[in-house]
């Protein structure tokens, strides 16, 4: 059998150099690996306030964004959740394969519930037993993801077991696929991950200004307070940056500069912002072409989601048939 994988993003709107690192590069190079299925999944995008009419724009939002970065409708399947429906029906069965205490003591579940205390919805609890489903309806032996995302990888790999065990070995036990290098991109604040609410990020369709704008008031080492003292680039966030987007020579520069007060913060923050848009200028280009020609990226969504539909049906006959749910037509 062809060996899939599957990652999903949720349809949250703009994307960031966090999605970037963190997640489409890393991807790009497994499409030559694997049998890759990229999805959109909007219903888990359902288990916060969103806006009904807002939704369509952030899925399309997301495939261009997938597309600019090199994900290539040719050799991978980019689908939406909701356009395959075995993924929440899949998700019912594992339902019953998994306790309430178990769900409730997952870590992002906790934060979400203080961080919305207003809307503890059973989607939130829930939240992992679809992403179990999202990977398994593909019987995928493994997942890209962040860091963030292992707890709710152990639950797939719990419920695989627990179902092969109840009802005959049909799924793998899916392993992460996480890299060392991107995984935890702070924000501009130098703080937190990069993230949308805390407003500290750069985005994939800011302009070469915008990144310039953004880079000169980001956070530095904080013990340099003036220019003529030297700094600690261990300790620097832009630095860390550097490590992403220049070369070998640039850092060594950028270090020795900065440990000995030649370069200032600006220096080295205008350095990086060439190199960060060197590597953005192609994407940028790419979004403005989608963006032109929306039809075609619809299509692509629908056509791969009909193809993911193939792999899921047969996924979920067997299913079906294993946990003696319907009716066959021979006994
Ligand atoms: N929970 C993931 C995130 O927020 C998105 C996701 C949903 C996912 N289903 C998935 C990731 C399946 C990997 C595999 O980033």
């Not at 870590?107 to 919805?121: F, M």
């Not at 793998?172 to 290098?181: L, V, Y």
């Not at 060594?252 to 000995?260: F, L, P």
Request: contains cysteine; glycine residues 6%.
């Amino acid at each position: 059998m062809e060996k899939r994988i599957f990652s999903g993003i949720q349809p949250s709107g703009r994307l960031h150099l966090g999605n970037y690192l963190g997640a489409m590069k890393n991807w790009i190079p497994l499409q030559d690996k694997y049998r890759c299925i990229f999805g959109i999944v909007d219903y888990h995008a359902m288990t916060v306030t969103y806006t009904p009419k807002e939704m369509e724009k952030r899925i399309l939002d997301a495939a261009v964004n997938y597309i600019a970065c090199g994900l290539d409708p040719e050799k991978t399947i980019l689908m939406i959740q909701s356009l395959v429906p075995e993924h929440t029906e899949l998700a019912w069965i594992f339902n019953t394969l998994v306790s309430v205490p178990r769900l409730s003591r997952i870590p992002t579940y906790k934060e979400k519930i203080q961080q919305h205390p207003e809307n503890v919805n059973m989607g939130l609890l829930d939240y992992p037993v679809l992403m179990a489903a999202d990977i398994l309806i593909y019987k995928s032996f493994a997942v890209p993801v962040g860091e963030d995302q292992l707890p709710h990888l152990e639950i797939a790999r719990e419920i695989a077991r627990k179902f092969n065990t109840s009802y005959g070995k049909t799924f793998p036990e899916p392993q992460s696929i996480t890299e060392e290098k991107g995984m935890r991109v702070f924000g501009l604040d130098g703080v937190n991950r990069m993230s949308k609410t805390l407003d500290n990020c750069i985005y994939l369709d800011d302009t070469k200004e915008d990144v310039e704008k953004k880079l000169a008031t980001a956070v530095t080492d904080t013990a340099r307070k003036r220019r003529t003292d030297p700094g600690n680039p261990d300790v620097c966030n832009i630095f860390n940056y550097h490590k992403l987007f220049s070369s070998k020579n640039e850092l060594s520069e950028v270090t020795e500069g900065c440990r000995t007060a030649k370069i200032g913060c600006l220096d080295c923050k205008r350095i990086l912002a060439d190199n960060m848009n060197r590597e953005l200028d192609p994407i940028r280009k790419r979004q403005k072409e989608l963006w032109k020609k929306t039809d075609e990226v619809k299509k692509i969504l629908i056509d791969g989601s009909e193809k993911a539909s193939e792999i899921a049906k047969e996924t979920m006959r067997e299913v079906r048939t294993k946990v003696g749910i319907g009716l066959r037509k021979k006994s």
